[in-house]
């Protein structure tokens, strides 16, 4: 009986259309190549692990490997796109939503709504997030994951222009409503698409660029918006427009493609999945929390520094550039501190730092203190996405599906919590005549739970493997 080896020889020595046909993997088109160098092109890069011992396997092994590189270099590199999801988070979160809030002074100025409308069309934004999330999977089923972000990018651009004009309030809401859409569909998507072409060791810091956006975001609302205020708030309107679109048109080739065949982001997949662990199913209720103590700063912070201690819009306006400052660097860094010191370590970290900077404005007015927790709380409001992202896949890293679908959950959570937090915390205030302390206060008990409740699922599952 010939050994492996001799029947390997035998094989490859042979004409290849008369041993087997090769199958296209990009189109499905049948190939048979009538000998070997020929037939290189079309092998699996697997196949040049093969070592011929044979002069006439050389050209083999050549091509094999040149296939290997084309291949290689056909995936785009990391930091493209990380730049495109870095783009869309900007467009779909850190314009579509925060850019509304330096706008809302000139939107009752120029008499197009009343203050109380103006509230109202703020809450459609996170009704519309909170839909977006739930929708993102079976919108990736439909239409691909890629072509989704690609679609929701450009509705959010749509959604500026189709605001620039004050036609009813049922028009201007639904765009709002359209916009925070977009939001929700491109938090759950863009990392799902970007990070599973990242190297593992730097998927931290891949994520933080991605969440990046929502960060300028904010920054942008404190800076670039005032600035086009001055030219009008149809003009501002159109501004945030042509911004977005060209953010769209550059992040448009970055994406890579979308696998023909994939359900990967299937909405209510079919297939049985082992049960989450408990450290999952408690993140979703972490990361909830999480938004409820962010909520004080988002909401009230502004308002806090103008009127709560009398400094005047002025000196809340660069609370809010500071805070904004500290949304762009955040991500970053959370994302660089997961990737060395791993995921879980670091959240329970951040939580810790967070609970005590949301503190701070309710124990000091010390302009030190406030720019402290600006630029902590800043940092956490996109830099706890990145955190999160890392720990669902360290919880469940052998299920690339069960991992979208977490993530999924989370997004969703985080929406509830947050939209929750602020209705809660408007009626607090008014309940209380404007104090602000509480609200920070309950911010800070929301986290410090957060904590508790991973220490305690952290405890538990220790003892479980000891027992």
């Known amino acids: 009986m010939k050994g492996v080896s001799e029947l390997l020889r035998d094989v490859l020595n042979k004409p290849l259309e008369s041993t087997f046909v090769v199958i296209d993997e990009v189109d499905g088109t049948v190939c048979p190549p009538s000998n070997i160098a020929a037939a290189a092109r079309w092998l699996p890069s697997e196949v040049a692990a093969i070592t011929p011992t044979e002069d006439g396997m050389s050209e083999l092994t050549a091509n094999l490997k040149q296939t290997h590189r084309r291949s290689a270099g056909e995936q785009l590199p990391p930091w493209r796109l990380a730049a495109a999801g870095l783009s869309a988070s900007l467009v779909g979160i850190g314009l579509a939503r925060f850019a509304y809030t330096p706008l809302i002074p000139a939107l009752i100025a120029a008499k197009w709504f009343s203050a109380t409308d103006v509230v109202y069309l703020g809450a459609a ?11 993102a999977r079976t919108a990736a089923a439909r239409s691909g994951a890629v072509g989704s972000l690609r679609g929701m990018m450009v509705l959010a651009t749509l959604a500026f222009f189709a605001s620039s004009t004050p036609v009813s309030f049922l028009w201007f809401f639904t765009w709002r409503f359209l916009a925070g859409l977009t939001g929700g569909i491109i938090m759950v998507l863009a990392a799902s698409v970007v990070l599973p072409h990242t190297p593992p060791s730097r998927r931290g810091l891949v994520g933080g660029v991605i969440f990046a956006g929502v960060g300028l975001g904010v920054a942008i ?3 670039l918006v005032p600035l086009l205020l001055r030219e009008g708030l149809q003009q501002s309107w159109y501004g945030l427009g042509v911004l977005s679109g060209l953010l769209t048109l550059i992040s448009w080739a970055n994406w890579p493609k979308d696998p023909a065949s994939s359900n990967s982001h299937s909405a209510p997949h079919r297939a049985n999945h082992p049960r989450r662990p408990p450290a999952a199913r408690a993140l979703l209720v972490q990361y909830g929390l999480n938004a409820v103590g962010l909520v004080p700063h988002i909401l009230f912070l502004v308002d806090f520094v103008a009127r709560g201690l009398g400094q005047g819009i002025a000196a809340g306006s660069q609370y809010w550039v500071i805070y904004g400052l500290g949304a762009v660097i955040g991500p970053l860094l959370a994302g660089h501190l997961g990737d ?15 609970a005590v900077a949301i503190l701070l404005p309710a124990v000091s007015s010390e302009p030190i203190s406030l720019i402290a927790s600006s630029v902590i709380v800043g940092g956490f409001t996109p830099g706890i996405v990145p955190l999160v992202l ?7 890293p052998h299920s690339s599906d069960q991992q979208r679908a977490t993530w999924g959950h ?11 937090a602020a209705y809660g915390f408007s009626w607090l205030f008014a309940y209380t005549g404007g104090d602000y302390q509480p609200l920070f206060a309950i911010g800070c008990g929301a986290t410090v739970l957060a904590l508790a409740i991973d220490l305690c699922v952290s405890v538990t599952s220790h003892q479980d493997r000891v027992g």
Not at 341 to 351: C, D, E, K, V
Not at 390 to 396: D, K, P, W
Not at 410 to 420: I, V
């Open 340 to 354: 060395r010191a791993g995921f879980g370590p670091a959240l329970r970290l951040s939580f810790l730092v967070e």
């Open 390 to 396: 890392g720990r669902v896949h360290e919880l469940l």
């Open 410 to 420: 989370a997004t969703m959570s985080f929406a509830l919590f947050q939209a929750a």
């Open 125 to 135: 934004n996170l009704a519309g997030y909170l839909a977006g999330a739930l929708v």
């Open 221 to 223: 609302s404190g800076t």
